[in-house]
């Protein structure tokens, strides 16, 4: 059976290493899914939830929240540098939850100032809690 590395790095060091047969990551253009043998690439990423099959076990699948980076992928090797990431059985979900609250919170100041700074800011942190529940979820 083909398969291929997928390492997930941020700043905090490797999150994730191991032998996969299929992934599934989200670009601005839409989502993508990458099996063995896929062409050459690199493309950004944005916030999303990555949903990774891996070789060792038929019916596991293995989540990663990952918040925005670059996706490489190179003679069946996936490299993805992301800002933060973390796998699923990693989430705080209720830390997660409350920063949730904390952006939504956020977005109504920030309107009643009419910050836009302050707005795309909080939207974003909204955007990532999101995403850290859902995986934190699964």
Known sequence: MAHMTVQVVTPD?????????FISVATPEGEMGILPNHINMIAPLVIHEMKIRPTDDVDSV???????????VKDNVV????????????????????????AERDIEEAKSSKDINQ????????????????VGKK
């Open 13 to 21: 060091g490797i999150k994730y290493d191991h032998q996969v047969k």
């Open 62 to 72: 293995d989540w990663i929240a990952v918040n925005g980076g670059i996706i490489e």
């Open 79 to 102: 490299t993805i540098v992301a800002d933060s990431a973390e796998r699923s059985r990693d989430i705080d979900v209720s830390r997660a939850e409350r920063a949730k609250k904390r």
């Open 119 to 134: 707005a795309r800011r909080a939207e974003i942190a909204l955007q990532r809690a999101l995403n850290r529940i859902n």
